[in-house]
């Protein structure tokens, strides 16, 4: 009122005039479109199929390489599943016959589906033939009875280690049917920390306490720098005359002993 009443302000024209003149809250029509979400985005993308995102991680350490006695073998124990530690010490290679040990590296349950057929067929092939198939002849075996599930959500990775009449042998056999032969060959969400100290310190020939530090300090390396690798680290021997295996060491004790 005291604005009125020194500049002469009309109030009313003033407001008719606002009322008319200036819009402080204009009407726009504007067609508002749903942001996509991540399966839509996913779909649309190049870098990604139909089925979404990717599967979560498998998280293992394993590990073996040739020395001078045959061959060297190494695993952790945790079990995960997703983000969960299941187990802290489970065995995560088991023999499939005298000579034969298999390390595993995925679904537990798909591992030991495949590792018992196995067994079944190279008991069979023995009874059909007299002897026990070769570590070359039992990866192809595996990679026959897993190629059928190619595509499906089978997860599961084996590395054969045995000897056989030609010596020393290491086998990795894939889920999809792919199977390589190798001096060294490591499987998991910790090899590549494995193969770091692997590459370091191998050589031909190792002699039987080298081996057996080298496969301990690399399944130690690889449980401190990786999540979904740890608790204890299991060591298997196998040489002409069988399979054996070292005691159990716990991975934190031995990070520290090392």
């Known amino acids: ?77 945790r079990s995960s599943a997703g983000k969960l530690v299941c187990s802290p010490d489970s065995r995560k290679a088991f023999l499939i016959h005298s000579h034969l040990l298999a390390t595993t590296s995925g679904s537990s349950a798909d591992c030991q589906f495949f590792g018992r057929a196995l067994a079944r067929e190279c008991r069979l092939y023995k009874v059909r033939n007299g002897k026990m198939p070769s570590v070359r002849g ?48 490591s499987v998991g969400s910790g090899s590549p920390y494995a193969y770091s100290i692997i590459d370091e310190g191998y050589r031909p020939g190792l002699e039987e306490e080298e081996a057996r530090q080298l496969a301990r300090r690399a399944v130690c390396h690889a449980g401190r720098r990786d999540a979904y690798s740890g608790g204890f680290v299991d060591v298997y021997w196998v040489r002409e005359g069988g399979c054996e295996r070292d005691p159990r060491e716990d991975q934190v004790k031995l990070y520290v002993k090392m």
């Open 138 to 185: 039992a990866a192809r075996m595996l990679s026959v009875l897993m190629m059928p599930f190619r595509g499906t959500d089978i997860c599961a990775a084996f590395t054969l280690c045995g000897w056989d009449q030609n010596g020393p042998c290491i086998c990795y056999v894939y889920n999809d049917g792919t199977r390589l032969c190798s001096d060294i060959i």
């Open 1 to 77: 009122m005291a604005l009125q009443s020194v500049c002469g302000w009309d109030a009313t024209n003033s407001s008719q005039y606002l009322s008319h003149n200036l819009d402080l809250f204009p009407s726009h029509n504007v067609e508002i479109k749903p942001f996509p979400n991540f399966h839509q985005t996913c779909q649309g993308s190049s870098h990604h199929s139909d089925s979404g995102p990717p599967p979560p991680a498998h998280g293992t350490t394993t590990l073996a390489f040739l020395y001078a006695g045959g061959v060297a073998v190494a695993t952790d124990s």
